[in-house]
């Protein structure tokens, strides 16, 4: 029988790693795109030297990527966007679709992504799982985590799927307003309710 896979996602600082963390040590089997996303372009690899290729050299010091230079201009500039993303998201695709084949002896799977709804990722799985959070407290949460300005995450806020549109295609929505406690406690019921589905 098939394991059922659920996604699981949200906006910038809302808590997805948080979240996915507590699936991990509840034994479930989970897979991140955002590590994926930073294996397949990982120093070595070919698909770094096609990323280099692709967007210069600017962004690379002795075949490690400058994430931090790129993930600046990305927000400022749709070409550089689409570039990158023309390179990393058939190779994330790739990989996700190898783990969905394998098999798990997991209840159901658990799979990571902050583009699952743009890239229709949750077409093909059980469910959507949305971490919410309201934007101030991404707001807070993000500069203070990242060392980034408000601004700098209101830009990324603003470029990200709006939170109506996200929540518009959860089959399960954990708020994350409050405390770890809470967080804690809803993916508790959450992981019970699919466990036994």
Same mark, same amino acid.
Request: charged share 25%; aromatic share 2%.
């Given at each position: 029988m098939?394991?059922? +896979?659920?996604?699981?996602?949200?906006?910038?600082? !809302?808590?997805? !790693?948080?979240?996915?963390?507590?699936? +991990?040590?509840?034994?479930?089997?989970?897979?991140?795109?955002? *590590? %994926?996303?930073?294996?397949?372009?990982? &120093?070595? /690899?070919?698909?770094?030297?096609? %990323?280099e290729d692709t967007i210069g050299s600017q962004y690379f010091s002795a075949g490690l990527l400058n994430r931090v230079m790129l993930r600046a201009d990305m927000y400022k500039s749709p070409v550089l966007k689409k570039n990158i993303e023309g390179v990393i998201h058939p190779l994330v695709l790739d990989a996700v679709n190898n783990w969905l084949k394998k098999r798990s002896l997991s209840p159901y799977r658990i799979l990571c992504s902050p583009l699952l709804i743009e890239t229709n990722q949750h077409e093909i799985l059980d469910g959507v799982i949305v971490i919410d959070a309201p934007e101030s407290e991404q707001l807070s949460r993000g500069s203070n985590?990242?060392? &980034? !300005?408000?601004? /700098?995450?209101?830009? @990324? @806020?603003?470029? *990200?799927?709006?939170?109506?549109t996200r929540l518009s295609h959860a089959t399960y929505v954990i708020d994350n307003s409050g405390d770890l406690e809470s967080l804690t406690s809803q993916i508790q019921t959450l992981h019970e309710k699919l466990s036994h589905d």
């Open positions: 098939r394991t059922p +896979v659920y996604g699981l996602t949200g906006g910038i600082a !809302s808590g997805k !790693s948080t979240a996915l963390e507590q699936f +991990v040590s509840l034994d479930i089997d989970t897979l991140d795109t955002d *590590q %994926l996303a930073r294996d397949v372009v990982a &120093r070595g /690899t070919s698909g770094a030297k096609t %990323l985590r990242d060392m &980034r !300005s408000i601004n /700098t995450i209101q830009h @990324i @806020i603003d470029a *990200q799927l709006p939170r109506d």
